[in-house]
T-cell receptor, first 112, second 115 residues
Framework: LAKTTQPISMDSYEGQEVNITCSHN???????ITWYQQFPSQGPRFIIQ???TKVTNEVASLFIPADRKSSTLSLPRVSLSDTAVYYC?????????????FGAGTRLFVKA | KAGVTQTPRYLIKTRGQQVTLSCSPI?????VSWYQQTPGQGLQFLFE???????NKGNFPGRFSGRQFSNSRSEMNVSTLELGDSALYLC??????????????FGEGSWLTVV
């Protein structure tokens, strides 16, 4: 099972771009990388998922280098409401189910 | 379509009691997994069910159990509650079609306080 490592916390200002990098050195061939956002007292919310190169949706971009040992979540022009904990998750669902292991997550604090 | 629904949202129990939490997955999703989240331990995987069978299990004592019904709804039970069981219990579902990259979607959780 791939273990993930992220920075414990990050600070930013409104309007800035925020990049959060996650390390997953022992990622397996069939593993996908998924990022979640969690606000206090709520369940994690899906942000974006990718396998390699770059994925973009309406809220974020995900950059994955060729070796896939890390990934970077990019949040363009953050606002105060983006203050939350962000989790990087590596999941393999090709082997009869999955056993997800969450890291500690990154606490992003956006200031005015 | 509706997301993952968990009930109850909040509950208070006394040490030694047992508790049952319920989860209704997203329509069409057959995989349901459960997690415990505490300030000290973060998000920890409890177990995963698929087609009424437990497929994977985390490192929790036998007091923590679960089951899944034929309609994919799931329940988890904690017996002989301890103060340390106070946590947010999260349920998540996935379509698990066998294709790689199935996304896991979470419910809002059930807050359990043991006094």
């Amino acid at each position: 099972l791939a273990k993930t490592t992220q920075p414990i916390s990050m600070d930013s200002y409104e309007g800035q771009e925020v990049n959060i990098t996650c390390s997953h050195n022992n990622i397996a061939t069939n593993d996908y990388i998924t990022w979640y956002q969690q606000f206090p007292s709520q369940g994690p919310r899906f942000i974006i998922q990718g396998y390699k190169t770059k994925v973009t949706n309406e809220v974020a971009s995900l950059f994955i280098p060729a070796d896939r040992k890390s990934s970077t979540l990019s949040l363009p022009r953050v606002s105060l409401s983006d203050t939350a904990v962000y989790y990087c998750l590596v999941v393999n669902q090709n082997t009869g189910g999955f056993k997800t292991i969450f890291g500690a997550g990154t606490r992003l604090f956006v200031k005015a | 379509k509706a997301g993952v629904t968990q009930t109850p949202r909040y509950l208070i129990k006394t040490r030694g009691q047992q508790v049952t939490l319920s989860c209704s997955p997203i329509s069409g999703h057959r995989s349901v997994s459960w997690y415990q989240q505490t300030p000290g331990q973060g998000l920890q995987f409890l177990f995963e069910y698929f087609s009424e069978t437990q497929r994977n299990k985390g490192n929790f004592p036998g007091r923590f159990s679960g089951r899944q019904f034929s309609n994919s709804r799931s329940e988890m039970n904690v017996s002989t509650l301890e103060l340390g069981d106070s946590a947010l219990y999260l349920c998540a579902s996935s379509s698990d079609t066998g294709a790689p990259g199935n996304t896991i979607y979470f419910g809002e959780g059930s807050w359990l306080t043991v006094v």
